[in-house]
């Protein structure tokens, strides 16, 4: 696996996919966006997923890849309405007369194509399958190849953890969406952001699940001591993190807390503390 920072530009991964990396790496995008271009060799077309910010270096670097296969855009699946990885796709789509497709008409356009879970995306010589795994987004998609390849957006990483940020993240249905992947059985994860994951992809999904869980006991430890605001929380539980990651860690701890409070094991007070129900 390559350091950070030290990912290519641009890689071919095997016949049918090459992943470009787009200019905008930060503490929350890694190493950048991850463009996939997806297509059978000889077909003539591709499919373009998250194509990103709408960079003018990153589309040409694209566009690169495109002409090597001596092919054509022919459609565009956005994973989530993120904007690093959906600004530039209803532009690009423009230019390249095809549609966006994605889970809700807010990324596809009034053009698009709006698709929901186990909806299959024709193009590029591909049978391209939705699964919806909301949870990092309420209108997360990822996308199942027919090798059992998946291609994952934010809900898995190919560094760290995927952030889950109260209030349009959703702690327990991205919980439930990690079971379905488990249960599908992947054969390689493509995330969205970070290097490819090939070496056993069911351990890293249960790392996932466990590691949610570890956060949870956690939270509960601390307020066994007494009442806690998220702030005091995250202060506690990433005081060795970059504290430029901490307002995305408050926001991952709020979606926790709701899921915490919807089972009964926590009660969110209204002035902002969260502690144990009484007699726990």
Do not use: K
């Not at 499919?47 to 001596?70: C, F, K, S, T, Y």
Request: charged share 25%; aromatic share 4%.
């Amino acid at each position: 696996m390559p350091g950070f920072g030290e990912m290519p530009i641009t890689s071919v991964l095997d016949a049918r996919v090459a992943r470009v990396l787009a200019p905008n790496a930060s503490p929350m995008t890694l190493d950048g966006t991850n463009t996939y271009v997806l297509g059978e060799p000889g077909s003539g077309a591709v499919i373009v997923l998250d194509p990103g910010p709408d960079d003018p270096g990153h589309r040409e670097r694209v566009e690169q890849v495109v002409a090597e296969r001596d092919a054509e855009v022919a459609g565009i699946v956005v994973t989530h309405h993120h904007v690093d990885h959906a600004e530039a796709a209803v532009a690009w789509a423009a230019r390249y007369g095809c549609r966006v497709v994605a889970s809700t008409e807010q990324i596809a356009g009034r053009d698009g194509r709006v698709v929901a879970d186990a909806d299959a995306v024709d193009a590029g010589g591909l049978r391209l399958q939705v699964v919806a795994t909301p949870g990092h987004t309420r209108d997360h998609i990822a996308v199942r190849m027919d090798d059992g390849t998946l291609l994952t957006g934010d809900h898995v990483l190919g560094r760290g953890t995927s952030v889950v940020a109260y209030p349009d993240g959703d702690l327990t249905a991205y919980l439930e969406s990690l079971r379905r992947v488990l249960d599908l059985g992947p054969a390689r994860l493509l995330p969205g952001h970070g290097p490819e994951l090939t070496e056993d992809p069911q351990a890293v999904l249960r790392f996932y699940r466990d590691h949610r869980r570890f956060r949870e006991q956690q939270i509960l430890a601390i307020l066994a001591v007494g009442p806690a605001t998220p702030a005091q929380l995250v202060a506690r539980i990433y005081a060795e993190v970059d504290r430029r990651v901490w307002p995305a860690a408050e926001a991952s701890t709020r979606a926790a807390l709701a899921s915490l409070a919807d089972r009964d094991r926590v009660w969110l007070r209204d002035d902002g503390y969260a502690e144990l129900p009484r007699g726990d």
